[in-house]
């Protein structure tokens, strides 16, 4: 009876251990997949059909890579893995080092959020050195291994960032059996855009008005106002004071961020489709860019 005991006791433990191993295993597969938080929070909790959102004051960071669909599509596959794992692997350790939480990567684009699981009272200033640290961590990875000649279909590669603060909602919606997770509302929108505006002005980081008032004024410059593609108004654009150290050491993109300062006189950068305005600008005394 003894040994048939120790028996039970020994199977029980044995399936007690197994039981929180593969716990632990789908914590962390689901956690690889989802915000960390979130992940914990539905392991707790039973599947749910319902919207299931919160309100919080966020800062956003979305990132994206340039000329990628050209790289991808004269790269080898493999080729091109390897590089979306090594800037995911790149833009997660940064993001979590400040404080932030990756929570969508989309090929290569990421967006990270920053107070919206848990408090972060400066989170408009960790999101600014996320920004400047990824690009400055990046830099090698997206630099080419060798010139590219000028009638190469391949464009040099280099990140763009748009950063906005902004009261957003964040949780999961859908049936229980397919469920969505977002970070929902306008300082998204509005750090998207900025992101693909980072190419018409030549920028590596573009900050938008809601961010810049809760950052140093000695730590922004002004660019001035523009329509925003897909936004009804006009939103006054910022950069950090130290863009240009950020600015990519190909020549593609140090002569398009300093072109005005040679020529002297207002350039146009680009023109929004669908009628939208040109940006046009020039630099100002301290090599700041500004509506012309």
């Known amino acids: 009876a003894g040994f048939a005991l120790l028996g039970s006791a020994g199977l029980a433990a044995a399936e007690h251990a197994l039981t929180r191993a593969q716990r632990e295993r789908l914590s962390a597969h689901l956690g690889a997949?989802?915000?960390?938080?979130?992940?914990?929070?539905?392991?707790?909790?039973?599947?749910?059909?319902?919207?299931?959102v919160e309100r919080r004051e966020v800062s956003v960071l979305v990132a994206d890579i340039r000329n990628f669909s050209s790289y991808a599509a004269h790269r080898p596959a493999e080729e091109t893995a390897a590089?979306?794992?090594?800037?995911?692997?790149?833009?997660?350790?940064?993001?979590?080092?400040?404080?932030?939480?990756?929570?969508?990567?989309?090929?290569?684009?990421?967006?990270?959020?920053?107070?919206a699981y848990s408090d972060c009272p400066d989170h408009p200033q960790q999101a600014l050195h996320a920004s400047q640290e990824l690009l400055r961590a990046t830099r090698t990875l997206l630099a080419p291994t060798q010139p590219l000649p000028e009638d190469s279909p391949v464009q040099p590669l280099a990140l763009g960032v748009g950063l906005e603060t902004g009261t957003a909602v964040v949780g999961s919606f859908g049936p229980a059996r397919r469920r969505a997770h977002a970070a929902l509302g306008e300082p998204v929108s509005v750090a998207s855009r900025l992101q693909q505006m980072t190419l018409d002005l030549s920028m590596p980081i573009l900050i938008g008005p809601q961010l810049a008032t809760r950052l140093p004024q000695a730590s922004t410059e002004p660019l001035g106002e523009y329509l925003l593609e897909g936004l009804s108004r006009q939103y006054a654009l910022y950069a950090p004071t130290e863009w240009a150290a950020l600015v990519p050491a190909e020549p593609m993109w140090v002569s398009a961020a300093t072109g005005g300062e040679r020529s002297g006189e207002a350039f146009p950068w680009s023109s929004w489709p669908e009628g939208g305005n040109a940006a046009h600008l020039t630099l100002g005394p301290s090599g700041s860019l500004r509506d012309a």
């Open 33 to 52: 997949y989802l915000p960390a938080p979130v992940a914990q929070r539905l392991m707790l909790t039973d599947p749910s059909g319902s919207v299931q």
């Open 83 to 115: 590089l979306l794992h090594a800037f995911c692997c790149i833009a997660v350790d940064v993001v979590e080092q400040h404080g932030g939480v990756v929570e969508n990567v989309v090929g290569d684009s990421v967006l990270a959020v920053w107070n």
